[in-house]
């Protein structure tokens, strides 16, 4: 539930205590492992990658697939023995753990909108000489353990702009890095027990009769049931029953047009259907408390937006490609969300968090200085550098991965 109003924080800043940082990366690993039950795995070999270019500048840009991610990263930073900063959402600003998240050096983004104070922030992060921050350049949590959504250009044009101000500033051209960073989870032990049970609970709520199929056509059913479920609440009518990707297509595009309507939103269709949630919750958390009692669509119109991120990445076949128990119990995750009403569902069972650090980028690399000391790609526009860096940060992130 989105708490805040216009009479509230527009922004979070990094509060980072670095003493009392360290003291917490310091517990940090046992804490994570037996309430998280996670254990971090990087080789030797990773860790040297990012020591090597500790005095630099460095932007890392990590996949997103869990909500565990950000505590995963933490963890990083306490085994290279660096003080990271983060960007993180500004929902997650809430009581104690928002001050915490302030503390470790967390800063709020509103998505969205335009958050010039983000923005400003970052900048003045980029401009320091040894700067670690962290960037999550899908946007957004996909809820797929070995697959990425596309990467934003976002970080990567910021760490443009302050170089060419650092060059402007210096007279020379600094290194600065980007870190591909691709995060992949593995269940340490023998998984069918708490399948089993994930299965039945949800099987139970749903009210389907329990079979013997396999764990696959179980799932399935499942998930069918609830699209089933979506359909009827929304009134989309699907018109081909087979073609599960096709219905649920047509399902988030009916999805986001009500939102849209209810709020008075000129649909932007140009837009990523996440774009578009993200500017839905921003409408939403800028209205007035009486406004949001007296609208009775409110909780409704930002259930659905809470539904469509879960639900996002989905598509049919997923689990059928890769029978994993890490793609059934990211699937399991999802369904959970939307059946019980929950944020973070039960914990499926004890999992390694295996981190690969990809080959860091040198964006001076990509630089070429002109008489007025302004960037210039020596075989393109500046545009076509940031979106080729953005791709090869993504695919190198999605190649570690598989």
């Not at 980072?16 to 690993?29: D, E, H």
């Not at 958390?285 to 007296?294: E, F, G, M, P, Q």
């Not at 409704?300 to 049919?316: E, G, K, S």
């Amino acid at each position: 539930m989105l708490n805040f109003s216009k009479a509230e924080i527009k922004f979070f800043p990094p509060q980072q205590n670095p003493l009392l940082t360290r003291l917490i990366q310091s517990i940090a690993y046992l804490l994570v492992y037996f309430v998280y039950k996670i254990r971090v795995v990087i080789e030797e070999d990773d860790v040297a990658k990012v020591k090597a270019i500790a005095d630099s500048r460095v932007v890392y840009l990590p996949n997103h697939s869990t909500l565990d991610d950000g505590l995963v990263l933490f963890l990083l930073s306490a085994r290279i023995g660096q003080l990271f900063h983060y960007v993180v959402a500004y929902e997650a600003f809430q009581g104690l753990i928002g001050k915490l998240l302030q503390t470790v050096g967390a800063y709020s983004i509103r998505r969205g909108v335009g958050d010039r104070y983000s923005i400003i922030q970052t900048l003045d992060l980029l401009r320091q000489p040894q700067c670690k921050l962290v960037i999550f350049p899908e946007g957004g949590c996909s809820y797929q353990n070995d697959t990425v959504m596309s990467f934003r250009s976002g970080a990567i044009e910021l760490s443009f702009k302050v170089m060419e101000k650092l060059l402007k500033q210096d007279g020379v051209v600094p290194n600065f890095y980007l870190v591909p960073v691709s995060l992949k989870y593995l269940y340490s032990n023998n998984t069918d027990t708490q399948l089993e049970q994930a299965l039945s609970r949800l099987e139970t709520a749903l009210s389907l009769k329990p079979t013997q199929d396999d764990y696959y056509l179980r799932l399935r059913k499942i998930a069918t049931q609830v699209l089933e479920n979506l359909e009827a609440e929304y009134h989309q009518i699907p018109i081909d029953l087979t073609n599960l990707n096709q219905r649920i297509k047509h399902l988030k595009q009916r999805m986001l047009a009500y939102c849209e309507e209810k709020l008075d939103i000129v649909p932007q269709e140009r837009l990523p259907e996440r774009e578009r949630v993200y500017k839905i919750q921003s409408v939403l958390s800028s209205l007035s408390v009486s406004a949001k009692t007296l609208n009775p669509n409110y909780q409704h119109i930002y259930q659905t937006t809470v539904r469509l991120l879960n639900f996002d990445a989905i598509y049919d076949g997923y689990v059928a490609e890769k029978p994993t128990p890490e793609r059934f119990f990211a699937t399991i995750d999802r369904l959970e969300r939307e059946v019980f009403n929950i944020d973070r569902p039960k914990l499926k069972g004890r999992r390694q968090a295996i981190i690969k650090i990809g080959t860091p980028i040198n964006l001076k690399d990509h630089w070429q200085i002109e008489p007025n000391n302004s960037f210039k790609s020596p075989s393109s526009s500046r545009q076509k550098v940031i979106d080729d860096l953005t791709q090869a940060a993504q695919q190198e992130v999605q190649a570690n991965l598989d």
